[in-house]
Structure formats: C-alpha cells, structure tokens
C-alpha cells in the first residue's frame, strides 16, 4: 500500500469520527508566502480564522478561505448525511499545513544569449476541521 493510499485511508476513517477536511492542490504561489497565512489561523475558531483572512492584504488569504469555506461545506454535508447534529459555530481548525506542489520550470533570457532557469513555486493547501470539546 503506498504512501498517499495510507494517507487517504486515514482520512476517510476521521471523517467518519467528525472531522471534515479540504484540499487544494497547486496553487500558484510560493508554499513560503503561503505559510506566513495558515501559520495566523491554525487552532483558530473557524469563524474567527475566516474574519482574519477577510481583512489581510495577503493574496494567499483569498486561497486559504477557498479551502477553509470548502472544509466547513464538507463538515455539513457530512453531518446531513450522517443526520447528525453540527454547531457550525464550534468549528475550529484542527490541521491546516501547507505543502510544496510540482514546480512549473520556465527560462528567462539573460546576457549574451544565455537562458536562466526560473521555478515558478507551487503548493497545496490543506485544511481539516473538527468540532470543539466541551462546547
């Protein structure tokens, strides 16, 4: 069994325990910018995550909100499916981590006739939510 089959086996077996998740893969920008963002909103209510992501200035906010809006649209519909009752307001990021993506190589002229390579950086944004204790 590989590496990513053990990874989405154990995923699929949280979801069932009420932990909800989102990915995007290979979004066009550096994991490093990136991670300055999630970095703010790991361990946060889900409410308070998205308030902080609405008003930053960072580009990386408006993909992190993507996954984030998706991971509590995943929880819902989870807990529809299940009929299970879900506090949408007890929501708080349990996972969130930012991985690097395949690189798209590009060259860019340079002096005398040279070429220099360029790597456009990519990342995958990944965010897990789950109800708080205790609520």
């Given at each position: 069994?590989?590496?990513?089959?053990r990874?989405?086996?154990?995923?699929?077996?949280?979801?069932?325990?009420?932990?909800s998740s989102?990915?995007?893969?290979?979004?066009?920008?550096?994991?490093?910018?990136?991670?300055?963002?999630?970095?703010?909103?790991?361990?946060?209510?889900?409410?308070?995550?998205?308030?902080?992501?609405?008003?930053?200035?960072?580009?990386?906010?408006?993909?992190?909100?993507?996954?984030?809006?998706?991971?509590?649209?995943?929880?819902?519909?989870?807990?529809?499916?299940?009929?299970?009752?879900?506090?949408?307001?007890?929501?708080?990021?349990k996972?969130?981590v930012?991985?690097?993506?395949?690189?798209?190589?590009?060259?860019?002229p340079?002096a005398?006739?040279?070429?220099?390579p360029?790597?456009?950086?990519?990342?995958?944004?990944?965010?897990?939510?789950?109800?708080?204790?205790?609520?």
């Amino acid at each position: 069994m590989s590496e990513r089959s053990r990874i989405r086996a154990a995923r699929h077996a949280a979801e069932k325990k009420g932990v909800s998740s989102a990915i995007q893969r290979t979004t066009r920008q550096s994991p490093y910018k990136m991670r300055l963002v999630i970095d703010q909103i790991r361990g946060k209510d889900v409410n308070d995550a998205l308030a902080l992501l609405t008003f930053s200035k960072k580009h990386a906010a408006k993909q992190i909100t993507k996954t984030l809006k998706s991971a509590v649209a995943n929880a819902e519909q989870a807990a529809r499916a299940t009929n299970a009752a879900l506090d949408v307001d007890a929501l708080y990021i349990k996972h969130a981590v930012i991985n690097e993506g395949p690189k798209l190589k590009r060259f860019m002229p340079a002096a005398q006739g040279r070429a220099t390579p360029i790597q456009k950086r990519t990342s995958h944004v990944e965010i897990v939510v789950s109800e708080r204790e205790g609520r």
